[in-house]
C-alpha cells in the first residue's frame, strides 16, 4: 500500500495510505452507475404512470441533469469527503495537511472535473493520478486534497498499543466520541513517536489540543502520556460498542 507523508496542523508528519488507480475508477465506476440506474428507474416510474407530459418530462430531465451535475459535490460536503461509491471503496477527500477539506476545497476539485473528466474524454485525470507522487487528480492538486484509503493500517483495537480491554473496562473520558478515528490514529503516531524519540514536548501538545478540542479537565495526578493513553483506551472501548 502507497502512502504519502502530511504535516498535520498540529505539526506531526503522518504517513496515510493513498488511494490507488484502481480503487478510485471503482469508486467511480459505482457512483455513475447509481446515477444512471436511478434515471432509468424515475423514467420507467414515470412512463408507468402515464404522467409524463412533455412539459413534465422536461422537468424531469432538468432536474435529473442538475442531480448528475452537482453529485459529487454535494456527497463530499455531506458525507464527509466521500460519495457512496468513495464510501463502499473505503477511500475518502481530505485535506494535505490531513485535515477535514473545507467548502472552498470541495468545489475546487469538482470544478476541476471539467479539465480531469468531462472535456478530456476521462483521460487528464487517470493520466494525473497514475503519475503524479501523491496519486492526485488535476482538481486534487488545484485544491490541495488527497484521496486516502480509510482502511485501517491497524485495527482500532490495536490503537491503544495492543492492550486487550477488558469486558468490564470503564472509560474515563466519554467525551473521545467526539473524535474521529483520524485524530485517534494521530495520537497514535505522536505516542509511537515520543517512543523512538522521547520528545515530551510533543505530547504536551497534543495532550493540551486534546483537552481542549474535547472540552476535558485532566484528573490530578494524570500525566500528559497517561492521559492520551487513556483517550486512546476510551475512543477503541466507547467506537466498539457503536
Not at 476535558?216 to 477503541?236: A, R
Request: charged share 20%; net charge neutral.
Amino acid at each position: 500500500m502507497e502512502t504519502v507523508k502530511v504535516d498535520t496542523s498540529q505539526n506531526v508528519t503522518i504517513d496515510y495510505p493513498v488511494a490507488g488507480l484502481g480503487e478510485r475508477i471503482a469508486a467511480r465506476l459505482i457512483d455513475v452507475s447509481l446515477l444512471v440506474v436511478t434515471g432509468l428507474v424515475l423514467m420507467m416510474l414515470l412512463n408507468l404512470s402515464g404522467a409524463l407530459t412533455p412539459f413534465l418530462g422536461n422537468v424531469v430531465i432538468a432536474i435529473y441533469a442538475c442531480i448528475c451535475v452537482f453529485y459529487f459535490l454535494g456527497c463530499e460536503l455531506l458525507m464527509n469527503g466521500q460519495s457512496p461509491g468513495k464510501r463502499l471503496m473505503k477511500i475518502k477527500v481530505i485535506s494535505q495537511n490531513g485535515d477535514r477539506a473545507s467548502l472552498g476545497q470541495y468545489f475546487m476539485r469538482w470544478l476541476f472535473r471539467l479539465v480531469d473528466f468531462t472535456l478530456t474524454g476521462q483521460i487528464a485525470g487517470l493520466i494525473a493520478v497514475a503519475v503524479s507522487g501523491k496519486k492526485q487528480r488535476i482538481g486534487d492538486i488545484a485544491a490541495g486534497t488527497l484521496v486516502i484509503t480509510t482502511k485501517p493500517r491497524t485495527g482500532l483495537s490495536n490503537l491503544a498499543f495492543n492492550a486487550k480491554l477488558a469486558e468490564d473496562y470503564v472509560p474515563v473520558f466519554n467525551q473521545v466520541t467526539e473524535m474521529t478515528d483520524l485524530e485517534a490514529e494521530l495520537i497514535f503516531e505522536v505516542l509511537d513517536a515520543f517512543h523512538k524519540t522521547y520528545n515530551q514536548e510533543l505530547v504536551t501538545a497534543m495532550s493540551a489540543k486534546v483537552r481542549d478540542k474535547l472540552g476535558i479537565v485532566m484528573p490530578v495526578g494524570m500525566n500528559d502520556y497517561t492521559f492520551l493513553k487513556t483517550v486512546l483506551k476510551d475512543y477503541t472501548h466507547l467506537t466498539s460498542l457503536s
